[in-house]
């Protein structure tokens, strides 16, 4: 990892309170949903997790270590290039999401890091509804990392899109459960 003060740019031994202010200003700008269907997207998400990075190490008292001339704090699994997760993470890049899935369904280690890339792959797919269910779990187990935190926020509360189901004919049409609920829920009255 690259020197936390240099990524934030901020000086070595700058006080907490620069630390956050610098993060925030680099987080509004190199925030996904500033880069969406830009094609520098995918540079500014790795940006944004280096960014994310920096900052957690320095704000889980890695900032003596940092000072010290180490990089402090714990790499997660995906921070070396040999872990599976990281191979998984430059397949989503690539927008092999197929393979991406197929890695993570090799992984047994169920990991924070684990559900937050399920929900990448959701996300991409734009299934929103199971992308936020995994974010969630991510955040719960690591409620800390900001990069977690900031892809749930991205999906949102709201109401999540449906997937379609696709029959044996081979045409996209919703199950006749989901259309019948989505008739209950109908203001228009038309459909009862």
């Given amino acids: 990892m690259k020197d936390p003060y240099e990524v934030l740019g901020v000086p070595h031994g700058a006080s907490e309170d620069e630390i956050k202010k610098a993060y925030r200003e680099l987080a509004r700008k190199y925030h996904p949903d500033n880069y969406a269907n830009n094609p520098l997207a995918d540079l500014a998400q790795e940006k944004m997790k280096e960014i994310n990075e920096a900052y957690a190490t320095l704000m889980k008292g890695g900032r003596q270590q940092a000072d010290a001339g180490s990089t402090g ?7 070396s290039t040999s872990s599976p997760l990281y191979e998984i993470r430059r397949r989503i890049q690539l927008g092999d999401l197929d393979g991406a899935e197929a890695g ?3 992984v047994s280690a169920r990991t924070a890091e684990w559900y937050y890339l399920r929900g990448v792959i959701a996300q991409r797919r734009g299934w929103m509804d199971e992308a ?3 974010f969630r779990i991510a955040v719960n187990m690591e409620p800390q990392n900001l990069e977690y935190r900031n892809a749930l926020s991205s999906v949102g509360s709201g109401a999540y899109t449906y997937r379609q189901t696709q029959y044996s004919d081979g045409s996209d049409e919703l199950c006749g459960l989901c259309s019948s609920l989505m008739c209950l829920n109908c203001l228009c009255g038309g459909c009862r």
């Fill in 73 to 79: 704090g714990q790499r997660s699994s995906a921070g």
């Fill in 132 to 134: 936020a269910q995994n």
């Fill in 104 to 106: 993570l369904n090799a």
